[in-house]
């Protein structure tokens, strides 16, 4: 069942739970089912996220049109979702080929910058119907050992107060200490930021850089207004573990399907993990 999930995810702001986002490899037929699969044997919503880079494969039209399918099969709703578009450009491109929820990330903007760029796609995703999540806090990016390799930007309240007298998304990213990728040690999440926030709205707020992030923290998160997890990282290399694991124990006789049913019904335990995290289950 597919919808934009404005709905949803402002439930799931004032009741407590959120909604999980799980990229999707670009159009990957196997980590999408497994998605939706999970999503409909727990009764949550979901959302199929899509970045850019990992449509250079297959193409971002592969993924809607693969999305769309499975979406199709299951009685929950769910939404597809491009996350970190950096440009009103790409945008625009994810509107026109059917997506139901769009990100314009202007983080490393300066704020006046953003706000604008922000409410150009505010205003084109309007004509579609479409929800747009913002950010403001760049995330760090790390490498393959956890360490930052881009500078990360936590965000300050005020700004975020000027931020949102400027433009109004439907949800909005906050930098927290929150990165992409694999973590190094503990992150230093700081979930007081998210309080003070929550002291002047309401918007449904996200938390992206899930994966290794402790579960104290991402429910802690939730109850301050977190209506979105972003999760990544984690499914990516579980799906690849799983592929691996099947080629080594797995009698495949050559058959990809076998490999891919495999991963598939490994991929959706742990999807269905992540959902209970979320305490999303049920909710649909």
């Known amino acids: 069942m597919l919808v934009t999930n404005k709905e949803n995810l402002e439930c799931a ?18 980590i999408i089912w497994a998605i939706c699969r999970a999503a409909e044997e727990l009764k949550s919503p979901i959302i ?3 970045y850019v880079s990992t449509g250079a494969y297959s193409g971002n039209d592969w993924f809607v ?3 769309k399918w499975c ?6 709703p769910v939404s597809i979702h491009l996350d970190h578009g950096d440009s009103y450009e790409i945008c625009k491109e994810a509107l026109e080929l059917g997506f139901t929820s769009v990100m314009i990330d202007g983080s490393t903007r300066p704020i006046e910058e953003n706000v604008e760029l922000t409410n150009r796609v505010i205003a084109e995703a309007g004509k579609y119907g479409v929800i747009v999540e913002a950010e403001i806090g760049e995330l760090a990016r790390l490498d393959g050992e956890g360490n930052a390799v881009e500078n990360k930007n936590v965000a300050d309240p005020e700004e975020v107060r000027r931020y949102l007298s400027l433009c109004k998304p439907d949800t909005l990213a906050i930098g927290i200490g929150n990165a992409h990728g694999y973590y190094r040690g503990k992150p230093d999440i700081k979930l007081d930021i998210l309080k003070a926030v929550r ?7 996200v938390l992206h850089g899930c ?12 109850k301050l207004g977190v209506a979105k997890i972003n999760f990544g990282t984690e499914i990516r290399y ?5 592929y691996a694991d099947g080629l ?10 076998k490999l891919s049913q495999y991963a598939n019904d490994k991929l959706t335990e742990d999807v269905k993990a992540i959902i209970r995290l979320a305490g999303s289950e049920g909710k649909a």
């Not at 702001?13 to 990957?28: C, E, K």
């Not at 979406?71 to 929950?76: E, F, L, N």
């Not at 579980?238 to 799983?242: A, G, L, P, Q, S």
């Not at 080594?248 to 399907?257: E, I, M, V």
């Open 71 to 76: 979406a199709g099969k299951v009685s929950v």
């Open 238 to 242: 579980r799906y690849v573990e799983h």
């Open 199 to 205: 002291e002047f709205t309401d918007i449904p707020l």
């Open 48 to 50: 199929l996220a899509h």
């Open 65 to 67: 049109e693969v999305a």
């Open 211 to 222: 994966t290794g992030m402790s579960e104290s923290i991402i429910k802690e998160a939730i």
């Open 13 to 30: 702001s004032r009741n407590g739970y959120a909604i999980p986002a799980i990229n999707t490899q670009g159009g990957n037929y196997d």
């Open 248 to 257: 080594k124990n797995l009698d495949h006789q050559g058959h990809s399907w």
